[in-house]
C-alpha cells in the first residue's frame, strides 16, 4: 500500500484466537486499511490511509467488544503495571476457585466422601466458582451477543451455566436434593435419568482448569516476550557528557548527536559513537552474543548498550535515540513478533469459524443422544463435553509464542529475524551465495608475506618499508605500516599518487610502490613476482630492489568453520566477487569453497543470484556492502553482516549482528528450529481438537476432564515453544 500510515495500537481484552481474528477482520472492513492482530502479543498493527484516522480504528475495536490505545512509554507502562497487573489478579482468581472447587471434585469423584447432604454443600462451594470465578467469561460472552459474534468465552461460559442450571433443577425440582442421594463419578456419559444427576464438579472444575490454563498460558506468554524486554532494557541510564571541559551526569536520552561523553572501565557506552581518546577493549557480549571483547582506539566506532571492559574512553555521539543500533534491534525483532507466517494465517481462519461450528455440533449432539433414545441428562452431558473441549486456543498459540521466543532468543545471540515469513525460506534453501570482501574476508588489507632479494634481511626490507608507508593514508601502505608498531623516522617525504611513496630513512632514499615505478627509476627486478593475485609491492634502495611485499584482504579466522558448518547444514556455498578469478579461488580454497564467481561487478550480483534460482536453486545470499543490497533483496533468503552498510541490513531478512560467519549457520539453524517448533505446535493442536471432538460428541468424555484437555493442550503449545529458549550458538 503507497502513502499509508502505520500505528501499533495495544489490544486489551482478547480471551483466544478467535478474537483476534474477529478484530482482524472488523479493521480490515474499514476502506484502505490492512491490519494484523497478534493474539500472544496483544498488539495490533495497522496500516491506514490518511483519510481514516487512529481514533476511528480505536473506535472499531471498542465497538467489537475489546479495548484500543496507543503503547504507553516505558516508565508510563512500568506504573501502570505496578497499579494492576493482570497475571496476578488472574493468578488470585484461580487460585481461589481452585481451593472451592477441589472439595466438589472431590466429594462428586468419591463416593465415601458424600455424606448425607454432601449434595448442598457442593453447591455452597461451587456457586462462588461458577459466578465469581467465571466471571470473565460470562462478561465477554455478554458483549459477543450484543455484537452478534461468538468466542472461546462464549463456549465456556455456555457450558458452565449450563451446568450449573441443569444441577439447580435437578436439586430443587428434581430428586438430586434428596437427603443420602450418592452418584458415582465416570469419565464417559451414562444413559442415567437426568433429575437425580447434578453437574457442579463439571462446572466448578472447568472454571477452575480454564483458568489456571489461562494463568499458566499469560505467564508463558511474558516469559516468551522477555527477551525483547531484556534488549529493551539494556541501554545505560545515565550518561556523564562533556559540557564546557566539565563532566555532567544527565539521563541518556538527552544526549544529543555530537556531544562528547566518558565512559569509564566497567560502565555501558550510553549510544552509539566514535571513540575520540583513549583505548579498551569493549564487550559487545549482551548485544551481539560475542565472548570475546573488542580492542578499541581513537576512529573506531562503538555501539551503544556495549561495555567498556578497559580504560577510561570519551566518545563522540553519532546516534542517538531510535536511530542506534539497539534501537533498531528491538524494532526489528518487535516487527517480527507481530507478523504471522501463512501457517498461522490459516489457523487464523479456522479459529475465526471454529466456535459457530462448534455450537452447531453442540446442538447436533444433544439432538442425535435425545433421538436415539438417550435421556435428557446424557444427552445435556455430551453437549456441554463437545462445548468444553472444542476451545481453539492452541491453534492461536501455535505460531506466534514460537516465533516470541524464536526472535527473542536470536537478538541474544545477535541474530535478527525480520519476519515469520523467513522461517519458510530458510526451511527451502539449497544454496548460500557469499559476498567475499567483508563477510568471508576482513575487508582490511593486511601485510601477507616478505620476500627478500638473495643476500638481504627481510626484517630491514619491511622496517624501511614501513617506515615510508606510515606517511601514506592509502590502505596498502597502512597494512604494511601497522605491521611494524615501532618504525624508523623518515625524512624527505614525497608521495607518488597512484604509483608509491619514497623517502629517506636512515640516510638511505627508500622508493616502495609498484614494480613498475622502481623499473623506471632504473632498479631491477631479480625476483619472481607471486602471481597468486594478492598485491605486490616493492622496495628498493640505493638503485636495488631489496624485496617485495605481498598484501591481501585477510580471510576471517572463523571463515573456514563457518563453510563447514553451512555445508552440514546441506548448503551449498558459492564464493562471488568482483575480484580477479586467482583472488578468489584463493580464498576459496582457503575457507573449502568449491564454487567460485569472480569479476562481477556490482551490479551483476543480481544477475547472477537471478541465474542460480532459473537453474531451479533456492538461494540464500550473505553480504554486507551497499553493492549487495539488491542481490540480497533478490535472493530467497537474505542475510546481511551487522557490521555492514545500513542498505545491505535494510535488504536483508536476517541480520547477524556480529561480523562472524559462523552466525550465519547459527541463524539458520534457529529459524528452522522455530519453524518446527510452530509445525510440531499446530500439528498437537489440530490433532488434539479433530481427536477430542468425535470422543466428547460419543459420550466417552466427561465435561470436567474435556474441560481440563483443553487447557492443556494450550499449556502444551506455549511450553513446547519455551523449549526455544535453550538453543545454543555451535561452540
Excluded at 138 to 167: E, I, P, Q, R, Y
Excluded at 493 to 507: A, E, I, Y
Excluded at 609 to 628: C, F, H, T
Excluded at 704 to 711: K, T
Aim: proline fraction near 4%; charged fraction near 20%; hydrophobic fraction near 50%.
Amino acid at each position: 500500500m503507497t502513502g499509508t500510515e502505520q500505528v501499533e495500537l495495544s489490544i486489551g481484552g482478547m480471551t483466544c484466537a478467535s478474537c483476534a481474528a474477529r478484530i482482524e477482520k472488523k479493521l480490515n472492513k474499514l476502506d484502505g486499511v490492512l491490519a494484523t492482530v497478534n493474539y500472544a502479543t496483544e498488539k495490533a498493527r495497522i496500516q491506514f490511509s490518511p483519510q481514516t484516522t487512529v481514533g476511528e480504528l480505536i473506535a472499531t475495536v471498542e465497538k467489537t467488544g475489546y479495548t484500543a490505545e496507543l503503547p504507553k512509554k516505558e516508565p508510563e507502562a512500568r506504573e501502570a503495571g505496578e497499579q494492576h497487573d493482570p497475571l496476578r489478579a488472574l493468578r488470585d482468581r484461580a487460585v481461589i476457585s481452585a481451593l472451592l472447587a477441589i472439595p466438589v471434585i472431590a466429594m462428586a469423584m468419591v463416593p465415601a466422601l458424600q455424606f448425607t447432604y454432601w449434595q448442598w454443600a457442593s453447591l455452597t462451594l461451587a456457586a462462588p466458582v461458577i459466578v465469581w470465578g467465571a466471571w470473565p467469561f460470562h462478561v465477554a460472552t455478554w458483549k459477543n451477543m450484543k455484537t452478534g459474534t461468538a468466542t472461546m468465552d462464549t463456549l465456556v461460559s455456555m457450558g458452565v451455566l449450563a451446568a450449573f442450571g441443569w444441577s439447580l433443577y435437578a436439586l430443587f425440582l428434581g430428586t438430586a436434593g434428596e437427603p443420602g442421594m450418592t452418584h458415582p463419578f465416570t469419565f464417559t456419559v451414562d444413559r442415567l435419568a437426568g433429575a437425580g444427576n447434578i453437574y457442579l464438579e463439571v462446572a466448578a472444575g472447568v472454571t477452575t482448569f480454564i483458568l489456571a490454563g489461562r494463568y499458566f498460558e499469560h505467564r508463558a506468554k511474558r516469559r516468551a516476550g522477555s527477551a525483547l524486554r531484556a534488549l529493551l532494557e539494556l541501554g545505560a541510564k545515565d550518561v556523564a557528557v562533556l559540557r564546557e571541559g566539565k563532566e555532567i551526569r544527565i539521563p541518556a536520552d538527552q544526549l544529543a548527536v555530537g556531544e562528547l561523553f566518558v565512559v569509564r572501565p566497567g560502565e555501558k557506552i550510553a549510544t552509539d559513537g566514535v571513540v575520540a581518546e583513549g583505548t579498551s577493549a569493549v564487550d559487545a557480549s549482551l548485544l551481539t552474543g560475542e565472548s570475546v571483547p573488542v580492542e578499541v582506539g581513537p576512529g573506531d566506532a562503538v555501539t551503544g548498550a556495549t561495555v567498556n571492559a578497559g580504560g577510561r574512553l570519551v566518545v563522540r555521539a553519532t546516534r542517538v535515540g531510535a536511530d542506534t543500533q539497539l534501537a533498531q534491534m528491538a524494532r526489528l525483532v518487535e516487527e517480527a513478533q507481530n507478523g504471522k507466517a501463512e501457517v498461522q494465517r490459516l489457523a487464523d481462519r479456522i479459529s475465526g469459524i471454529f466456535v459457530p461450528i462448534v455450537i452447531t455440533l453442540a446442538v447436533a449432539t444433544l439432538g442425535f443422544w435425545l433421538g436415539t433414545g438417550g435421556t435428557a441428562a446424557a444427552a445435556f452431558t455430551a453437549a456441554v463435553a463437545v462445548l468444553i473441549i472444542a476451545c481453539p486456543c492452541a491453534l492461536g498459540l501455535a505460531t506466534p509464542t514460537a516465533l516470541m521466543v524464536g526472535t527473542g532468543r536470536g537478538a541474544q545471540l545477535g541474530i535478527l529475524i525480520k519476519g515469520p515469513e523467513v522461517l519458510e525460506s530458510t526451511r527451502r534453501i539449497d544454496t548460500i551465495v557469499l559476498d567475499k570482501t567483508g563477510t568471508v574476508t576482513t575487508g582490511k588489507m593486511a601485510l601477507a608475506e616478505v620476500i627478500a632479494a638473495p643476500g638481504e634481511d627481510s626484517d630491514t626490507v619491511l622496517r624501511f618499508a614501513a617506515a615510508v608507508e606510515a606517511g601514506s593514508e592509502h590502505p596498502i601502505a597502512q597494512a604494511i605500516a601497522h605491521a611494524v608498531p615501532d618504525r624508523p623516522a623518515v625524512t624527505a617525504f614525497r608521495n607518488l599518487p597512484g604509483l608509491g611513496v619514497q623517502g629517506t630513512v636512515d640516510g638511505r632514499e627508500v622508493l616502495v610502490g609498484r614494480p613498475s615505478l622502481l623499473a623506471e627509476h632504473g632498479m631491477t627486478l631479480d625476483i619472481g613476482v607471486p602471481d597468486d593475485g594478492r598485491t605486490v609491492v616493492a622496495v628498493g634502495w640505493d638503485g636495488v630492489v631489496r624485496g617485495l611485499l605481498a598484501v591481501a584482504d585477510t580471510v576471517k579466522p572463523t571463515s573456514a568453520e563457518a563453510i563447514s558448518r553451512l555445508k552440514a547444514l546441506g548448503l551449498r556455498p558459492v564464493l562471488l566477487t568482483g575480484d580477479n578469478e586467482t583472488v578468489a579461488r584463493a580464498v576459496a580454497a582457503e575457507v573449502g569453497i568449491g564454487e567460485v564467481i569472480a569479476g562481477v561487478l556490482p551490479e551483476g550480483k543480481v544477475d547472477v543470484v537471478k541465474r542460480l534460482q532459473a537453474e531451479g536453486r533456492v538461494v540464500a545470499m550473505a553480504g554486507d556492502g551497499v553493492n549487495d543490497a539488491a542481490a540480497l533483496a533478490q535472493a530467497d533468503l537474505g542475510l546481511a553482516m551487522g557490521t555492514g552498510a545500513d542498505v545491505a541490513i535494510e535488504a536483508s531478512d536476517l541480520t547477524l549482528v556480529r561480523g562472524d560467519l559462523r552466525a550465519t549457520a547459527d541463524a539458520i539453524r534457529l529459524a528452522r528450529a522455530t519453524l518446527r517448533t510452530i509445525k510440531g505446535n499446530l500439528f498437537w493442536a489440530f490433532a488434539y481438537n479433530v481427536a477430542a471432538l468425535p470422543l466428547a460428541a460419543a459420550g466417552l468424555l466427561n465435561p470436567m476432564i474435556a474441560g481440563a484437555a483443553m487447557a492443556f493442550s494450550s499449556i502444551f503449545v506455549v511450553t513446547n515453544s519455551l523449549r526455544l529458549r535453550g538453543f545454543q550458538a555451535a561452540k
